[in-house]
């Protein structure tokens, strides 16, 4: 196939989406499909063999690592020059619509898939005005699609429950050899741990620092946690905040890391906490359940779908304090209880490749083809008898 993907994010943008991008694409051109990639000015010019076309914008202001892109005619002519089989719209928002009604133009099938929780998002950036008009925004934008991806079961029922149809599930994977808990390193360890002592457990959040990942709900857990040390990896917009809050605790912000010192730290921590309810799924949890790591998670969005209640961690109500202490203290006291927890997370994870994940979306690629194709078929026909019988 050709196949064209247009993103509003991507390399060296580095967050849940692009980490998504970039597996998927090395799998696409591992498995002999060309791809062409649209993204915002100051993405990488080429990727895995997919060439990257740039699109220039200004700056979103709340969130600078965005950008919002303005039409532009070198997307229609590029689409026009490629031919794509078909067009993904990732996360369409401005870039993403522009590149579908190109699509929609120049009769190529399109298929956009929705990533991220922009409603609830708003709140933390203090846009909760727009709660009101943003559903009827989304659910134009993903009408121009044949067919609508999501993440998690739970996204999937929202949308459709906000009038978007065709919704199907891309659940997206993890790496099964890079997040692996024989990753495990003392000195990553001692880097994440309060003092550098590495006896007591070490607590990890790893993703983006931001107001909707509720990681204040934390600090008061943590107070009465005094045999815990918390590791923040990762960096974002609410950083400094969170460093005042959590003053006199046993945190440690260890900053953003990628490849192998990510691995290191995941494998290195002995219990994962996910305090975010707007995760539509959360790749992180499956980074950290691929490494060996229970899981304690807000029982909330997508992540129902990979952690199970007295399996491979807890869900809990993260607002609720004393439920997020006993999830925590229930698994760290019984080291069986956490071997077999996590051994039960690393075996749901090796579940999740990329390579399989992505000949699923392959599949949903060539049903948007057929059910375009045959929609057109029978329009053509329609056409003709009316033509005929006039």
């Not at 057929?370 to 008898?385: D, F, S, V, Y």
Request: hydrophobic share 45%; glycine share 10%.
């Amino acid at each position: 196939m050709r196949i064209a993907i247009a993103t509003e994010v991507f390399l060296p943008k580095i967050d849940g989406i692009t980490n998504r991008l970039r597996n998927t694409i090395r799998c696409l051109v591992e498995q002999g499909h060309e791809v062409l990639v649209i993204a915002p000015a100051g993405s990488v010019p080429e990727y895995a063999g997919a060439r990257v076309l740039a699109v220039p914008g200004p700056p979103f202001p709340p969130y600078p690592g965005l950008r919002i892109c303005l039409p532009d005619p070198r997307i229609l002519w590029q689409l026009y020059r490629f031919r794509p089989d078909v067009l993904h719209a990732v996360g369409p928002a401005c870039l993403g619509l522009w590149t579908m009604l190109a699509a929609r133009l120049l009769r190529i099938p399109v298929v956009a898939s929705y990533h991220t929780d922009l409603p609830r998002y708003l709140r933390g950036y203090g846009l909760g005005l727009l709660q009101a008009c943003i559903w009827p925004l989304i659910r134009r934008i993903h009408g121009l699609a044949q067919r609508n991806l999501c993440p998690s079961t739970f996204t999937k029922h929202e949308l459709e429950a906000h009038g978007i149809e065709d919704v199907g599930i891309w659940r997206g994977g993890v790496d099964t050899q890079l997040f692996h808990p024989a990753k495990r390193d003392d000195g990553m360890r001692a880097r994440m741990a309060s003092g550098g002592e590495t006896a007591r457990p070490v607590l990890l959040y790893a993703g983006r620092v931001a107001p909707e990942k509720g990681l204040h709900l934390l600090r008061p857990a943590l107070a009465e946690l005094p045999g815990c040390d918390l590791a923040i990896v990762g960096d974002g917009p609410a950083r400094a905040d969170l460093e005042r809050l959590f003053t006199g605790t046993r945190t440690r912000f260890v900053g953003f890391l990628r490849g192998e010192e990510l691995a290191a730290a995941f494998a290195s921590a002995d219990l994962f906490v996910m305090p975010s309810k707007t995760e539509t799924l959360g790749f992180v949890v499956l980074e950290a359940m691929s490494s060996g790591l229970p899981v304690i998670a807000a029982n909330a969005g997508g992540i129902p779908d990979m952690v199970k209640n007295a399996e491979t961690g807890a869900l809990v109500d993260p607002e609720d304090t004393r439920a997020l202490i006993g999830a925590i203290r229930e698994i760290l006291v019984d080291p069986h209880r956490r071997r077999a927890t996590a051994a039960r997370a690393r075996a749901f994870a090796e579940t999740c490749d990329w390579p399989s994940e992505t000949q699923g979306l392959v599949g949903q690629y060539e049903r948007t083809i057929e059910q375009l194709a045959t929609a057109r078929g029978i329009r053509k026909r329609t056409w003709q008898r009316r033509r005929l019988g006039a």
